[in-house]
């Protein structure tokens, strides 16, 4: 039987800029971006007194446009995660994006750079390893970056699109297990979580806690998806993405998995690095296509 259930964290407001709501009540431009994109920057608050920060780009058109939120990764290194930043707008990802006429959005997730505050997503250490609810703290920011956002003049309410990239990309396969009226696709670029243990390529922390959750998703997922990762992924190489997509499908879920050759020196940056939307763009528009079709 399918779970219905919907996050009750939120209490959501939008704001512009990364200041207080009192004094930025409405939403404003913030700078230009590459190729006449708009780029716009705000706050999405959250109960309890978090917020996440969300960089925005608009396409060059006046009409309400598709919504894609690009959700990024976790570093290895604890200390990283301070010193990350949200998105740009010149990044060959949001431009391919752009140029296909879609609102990007880049939220910086909750203990992330300037965001800031209490990380929320560990999965508790590799002994006790707790993937399965990391992926639905993740899943918890993503879904109040939809929620606030859908709500701006300029952007559709539905037909949102959902990428993420490693933690990321595991968060979107956790969305896609609780209701997500808006969102009509996900992509997932080589996600998960554990990886590059004791920061060893090709090491991974309980890979089969890893896919017991990704059967726990794919139990009540109800939105197909498609999942890539490259052949020369050493942080969730092709036995990993395969037992994640056979646990995943096995329990009811629905995914397109590509698994395309080698990128670069490490194909887990495939769908940040240079280049890469020449091999993993494809693959999107032809999900992106279906979608369409499948939902006239």
Known sequence: MRRSCRFTLFTLGLVASYTSVAASPAPGPVSASVNESREL????????GSRILVRVCR????????????????????????????????????????????????????????????????????????????????????????????TLPFVRPEGVVIVGQSAGGWGTIAYDSVPHPRVS??????????????????????????????????????????????????????????????SFSGAGGHVDLEQPGRFDGEGHHLFFGPGGSAIWGPLVARYLAQVSVSSE
């Open 41 to 48: 920057a705000f706050a999405v608050r959250m109960s309890g």
């Open 59 to 150: 396409p060059a058109t006046e009409a309400p446009a598709p919504l894609v939120v690009i959700n990024h990764g976790s570093p290895p290194d604890p200390a990283a995660r301070p010193r990350m930043q949200v998105g740009r707008c010149g990044e060959e990802a949001a431009q391919w994006f752009l140029t296909r006429g879609y609102v990007v959005a880049f939220p910086l997730r909750r203990g992330y750079g300037a965001t800031g505050g209490a990380w929320a997503e560990g999965y508790g250490g590799c002994n006790r390893a707790d993937y399965f609810h990391a992926g639905l703290e993740t899943a918890r920011d993503i879904d109040a970056a939809v929620e606030a956002l859908t």
């Open 185 to 246: 696709a996900f992509i997932v670029m080589a996600g998960g979580r554990g990886a590059h243990l004791r920061d060893h390529p090709n090491q991974n922390c309980h890979p089969e806690r890893l896919a017991q959750a990704a059967a726990r998703y794919g139990a009540t997922a109800t939105t197909r998806m498609l999942w890539v990762y490259a052949l020369n992924d050493t942080y969730f190489g092709p036995a990993i993405a395969r037992a994640l997509y056979l």
